[in-house]
């Protein structure tokens, strides 16, 4: 539920609304715009009367949102939410580039990378260090070690580290490297850690579930949102259908979709949509033309010899000719690519 006071309430008339949603067990989330203070009661609405705030002084009107989503919803928060990271953007006229490798595998290659990237115009750094594998005898990723690379590469290119978070138990570590914490596809509905992530004070790039439908996606944001952590990119990755010629099939329809109901940022991540480099180009496009405010892209030196996703990871050149090519894209949306 929504409360709009009338404008020039006053803190009093404030305090007192905000009592009477606690008096029925909800908390109030209080945004006070230019013209008015609107107030919004998180939790279960069922009980809640409406009635008890329509006759109130001070309230011009109550709007229930019938969204099971709320926190997240344009119905609650009408102007883009953008994201800033040392001083890098999610969302605006900027379209962010996150780039580097699946994994972190070692330091050289992973300061390497990052400073090829960062000079093609990537905007954020990225780079796994708790992976997670189908296999369990696959590469598992090199846990604290590729954190402290991913902070040597930071050091080396300015640029802030979004690296993925599997099981809160590693909170502590990856709070003391990252910059961004990346919530993968796989974990998108693993709500004991969606609920410890909402606690944190750091961006989180959460990644749609590969079958997860974009009300199910919201409401992931929706568990993260609701602890209080509301700096949230949303990140399209391709979701799992009948097709086997591309790795994941793409939904477009996606980046339009949410940001009409919501006014999170919104990323894509054509590698993991496409498992294969010829493809990362054309649906980057698409991406950026339907809307996207930023991509994630996986970048490898030796794409032949990557301890994983290597069919999909673009060679630092082949990234930088991308790049270019996505910025008259880009420019006939009003935006322009990264720092390129
Ligand atoms: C990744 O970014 O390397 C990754 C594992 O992505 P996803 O969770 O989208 O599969
Ligand atoms: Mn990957």
């Given at each position: 539920?929504?409360?709009?006071?009338?404008?020039?309430?006053?803190?009093?008339?404030?305090?007192?609304?905000?009592?009477?949603?606690?008096?029925?067990?909800?908390?109030?989330?209080?945004?006070?715009?230019?013209?008015?203070?609107?107030?919004?009661?998180?939790?279960?609405?069922?009980k809640m009367d409406?009635?008890?705030?329509?006759?109130?002084?001070?309230?011009?009107?109550?709007?229930?949102?019938?969204?099971?989503?709320?926190?997240?919803?344009?119905?609650?928060?009408?102007?883009?939410?953008?994201?800033?990271?040392?001083?890098?953007?999610?969302?605006?006229?900027?379209?962010?580039?996150?780039?580097?490798?699946?994994?972190?595998?070692?330091?050289?290659?992973?300061?390497?990378?990052?400073?090829?990237?960062?000079?093609?115009?990537?905007?954020?750094?990225?780079?796994?260090?708790?992976?997670?594998?189908?296999?369990?005898?696959?590469?598992?990723?090199?846990?604290?070690?590729?954190?402290?690379?991913?902070?040597?590469?930071?050091?080396?290119?300015?640029?802030?580290?979004?690296?993925?978070?599997?099981?809160?138990?590693?909170?502590?570590?990856?709070?003391?490297?990252?910059?961004?914490?990346?919530?993968?596809?796989?974990?998108m509905q693993n709500?004991?850690?969606?609920?410890?992530?909402?606690?944190?004070?750091?961006?989180?790039?959460?990644?749609?579930?590969?079958?997860?439908?974009?009300?199910?996606?919201?409401?992931?944001?929706?568990?993260?949102?609701?602890?209080?952590?509301?700096?949230?990119?949303?990140?399209?990755?391709?979701?799992?259908?009948?097709?086997?010629?591309?790795?994941?099939?793409?939904?477009?329809?996606?980046?339009?979709?949410?940001?009409?109901?919501?006014?999170?940022?919104?990323?894509?991540?054509?590698?993991?949509?496409?498992?294969?480099?010829?493809?990362?180009?054309?649906?980057?496009?698409?991406?950026?033309?339907?809307?996207?405010?930023?991509?994630?892209?996986?970048?490898?030196?030796?794409?032949?010899?990557?301890?994983?996703?290597?069919?999909?990871?673009?060679?630092?050149?082949?990234?930088?000719?991308?790049?270019?090519?996505?910025?008259?894209?880009?420019?006939?949306?009003?935006?322009?690519?990264?720092?390129?």
């Amino acid at each position: 539920m929504i409360i709009v006071l009338k404008p020039g309430a006053t803190q009093g008339e404030v305090d007192e609304v905000d009592g009477k949603i606690r008096s029925f067990g909800l908390s109030s989330h209080i945004s006070r715009g230019v013209e008015r203070t609107i107030i919004g009661a998180i939790g279960d609405e069922r009980k809640m009367d409406a009635e008890a705030f329509e006759g109130m002084e001070c309230v011009e009107k109550v709007l229930r949102i019938l969204k099971p989503y709320k926190l997240v919803s344009r119905d609650f928060q009408k102007e883009d939410t953008v994201v800033t990271v040392l001083g890098q953007k999610v969302g605006g006229d900027t379209i962010a580039l996150f780039a580097g490798p699946c994994s972190v595998e070692g330091r050289d290659m992973m300061v390497g990378i990052a400073e090829r990237v960062a000079a093609a115009g990537a905007t954020f750094l990225r780079g796994g260090a708790f992976k997670p594998r189908t296999s369990p005898y696959a590469f598992q990723g090199l846990g604290e070690e590729g954190l402290r690379y991913l902070a040597e590469a930071r050091a080396a290119t300015g640029l802030p580290v979004a690296t993925e978070l599997m099981d809160p138990r590693d909170i502590d570590v990856v709070m003391k490297y990252a910059d961004v914490i990346q919530i993968g596809a796989r974990n998108m509905q693993n709500f004991r850690l969606l609920t410890e992530v909402g606690k944190l004070d750091k961006p989180v790039i959460l990644k749609r579930g590969m079958s997860a439908t974009i009300v199910e996606w919201l409401m992931s944001a929706e568990y993260i949102a609701s602890q209080g952590n509301r700096q949230i990119i949303l990140c399209e990755r391709g979701v799992r259908t009948f097709e086997t010629e591309t790795r994941n099939t793409f939904d477009v329809s996606a980046i339009p979709v949410v940001k009409g109901l919501s006014h999170l940022p919104v990323i894509a991540d054509p590698s993991h949509a496409a498992g294969k480099v010829g493809l990362v180009a054309p649906l980057a496009a698409a991406a950026i033309a339907a809307g996207a405010d930023g991509l994630m892209i996986e970048v490898h030196d030796r794409p032949e010899k990557a301890l994983s996703d290597g069919p999909q990871s673009l060679k630092p050149d082949a990234f930088r000719d991308v790049v270019a090519r996505l910025t008259k894209i880009a420019s006939a949306v009003g935006r322009r690519v990264g720092n390129a």
